[in-house]
């Protein structure tokens, strides 16, 4: 009874270093650079960093843009303020009169048919 349990403590052993051994390259293939997930991360990790250089370049030009944006808006409001000065300072000039036009007689021309 003695040898049949070593027999099957020694196969589970057997069993189990295999089963470490198939793990490990399963690993191994799991986490090569070329080929796995780890080459897989890597190519998102730089993707990520040209994604941020990307984005803080357009943060950096959208900012630019609102700086511009604004000014622009300020001396747009500012000369709506002198025009609105200036319109209503019209109304404070006196009105010319307008000549009249005489009314001219119509005039009928006839067409002949040949």
Do not use: W
């Amino acid at each position: 009874m003695e040898m049949i349990a070593d027999i099957l403590l020694v196969a589970g052993a057997l069993g189990a270093g295999f089963y470490c051994y198939v793990l490990a390259r399963r690993l191994t293939k799991f986490t090569d650079l070329e080929n796995g997930v780890g080459g897989a991360v890597a190519v998102l990790s730089a993707q990520v960093d040209d994604l941020t250089r990307t984005l803080t370049a357009a943060q950096d030009s959208a900012g630019d843009s609102t700086k511009s944006l604004q000014e622009l808006t300020d001396r747009a409001e500012d000369v709506a303020r002198r025009l609105e000065l200036l319109v209503a300072s019209m109304h404070d000039l006196p009105q010319k009169p307008q000549p009249k036009a005489e009314a001219a007689e119509p005039v009928f021309v006839r067409h002949s048919r040949n």
